[in-house]
């Protein structure tokens, strides 16, 4: 299922991004994919903070991942977009972080390619005038589930 969700600034994309961590109830793999600046790290925020996170959310560019242990779970930030070659992950431990009892957002996925799991929900973001177009795919049980909620509950438009 396809969901395509517009959102007006830098709030409406915080707050898609908590209805996402809720939609999947703080767990799995969410892929961010779109041009630098689009929102990825936006939307990270608002969903690392919807968490209970209270401190800074800034995208791990250097670190590859940034980990938040959090009430809800455990989040791993990660950002690909340094990343040489996947066979980089290896090294990292990525098997590791994607344990089913966690929630893992992965900026730059392509980068990640033939090493990462598939998603749960694969999100590109694309900047449309003054705001932002969503388009949310599910994948398996959980992401199929997150994006039907989804849908149910923000339709087309935040």
Not at 47 to 63: C, D, M, N, Q
Not at 128 to 149: F, K, N, P
Request: negative net charge; contains cysteine; glycine residues 14%.
């Amino acid at each position: 299922m396809t969901l395509e969700v517009h959102v007006q600034g830098d709030q409406a994309m915080e707050r898609l991004g908590a209805d996402i961590g809720r939609a999947l109830d703080w767990r799995g793999s969410i892929w961010l994919s779109g041009d630098l600046g689009a929102g990825k790290t936006t939307l990270s925020r608002g969903l690392i903070r919807a968490a209970g996170h209270e401190g800074a959310v800034k995208s791990p560019t250097f670190t590859l991942v940034e980990p938040y242990d959090l009430d809800v779970g455990s989040i791993y930030h990660f950002d690909l977009y340094r990343l040489a070659d996947p066979e980089e992950l290896e090294f990292l431990g990525i098997r590791d972080y994607f344990s089913g009892t966690s929630l893992c957002l992965v900026e730059w996925p392509d980068k990640g390619a033939g090493v990462l799991p598939e998603p749960d929900l694969s999100i590109r973001i694309r900047v449309d005038g003054e705001g932002r177009t969503l388009q949310i795919d599910g994948h398996g049980e959980r992401g199929l589930a997150a994006s039907q909620w989804l849908h149910s509950t923000r339709g087309t438009t935040p």
